[in-house]
């Protein structure tokens, strides 16, 4: 008689999740997978690969190992949600539903469990490994909102130098004191695209979407994902605007020779 067949837990819905996700990715057909796989050494036929996507076939452990050298990634890519983000939440087996961004540090190799791991992961970068291995980093609202003020800011300081603010090829912002000279009519032309973006508020995700550069482009979240900030309008010049008035009472109550700390404004609906 054949014992009761164990369903699949949440790590195994997401090995299930990731390898159709990464097949797809990679525009393999079953019988081009199966193929590759028996080359490898690990033969899975076609109905077997339906059958795992779909999740009434399990996967072991060196099934998984294989599937992910065929399909070009590491087997953390297979194993951990395809997200990641201080915001979301995943489950995972035996550790119940934890922050993807602390899933993803544990199976890195971070210290401790993942109910006491939490430090930021940067992206992998392996020889030969394709860079969807890494999980897409997801921001919270607050996260994403911080980033284009950064980028607002930066582009100001810049106009103020006399600089053209330049994006990296890597995407990021140019080092301190970079930036190519630039004549006064595209100075000016900077400048008046600047105060345009000092004026766009940072939580308006349609306005941002229309823009050539959003260094924090929002990401689809699932349903179940847990509520982030709720964030009132707030716009880069507001924000500049807030910091000064804060150092000018600072300043004021130390001249005063009251010693205290004026503690920031809170943006949020919620009070």
Known sequence: MAGKEIPLGPSGETVRANIARLRTSAKFSYAELSRRLEEAGRAIAPLGLRRIESGTRRVDVD???????????????LLMPEVIGTGLHRSVTGAGEIRTITAWHWA????GSPAHSSAPVP?????????????TLVLTDRER????ARYVNERHRAVQEGRLWQITPSGGYPLEGEGQPVSGEELKEDAAEVERLLDLDLTDEDAWSDEYHDPARAYPRDADDHALADLAPITARQQQSEFGERQRENRAALASGRVTRIPPRSRSTNG
């Not at 065929?70 to 953390?76: A, D, I």
């Not at 890195?108 to 210290?111: E, H, L, P, S, V």
């Not at 970068?125 to 890494?134: E, L, S, V």
């Not at 909102?145 to 284009?148: K, L, M, S």
């Open 63 to 77: 099934d998984l190992v294989a599937l992910a050298v065929v399909l070009g990634v590491n087997p953390n890519a």
């Open 108 to 111: 890195r190799g971070g210290a």
């Open 145 to 148: 909102h911080r980033e284009r």
């Open 123 to 135: 992206r992998l970068k392996f020889p030969g490994i394709r860079q969807n291995a890494a999980p």
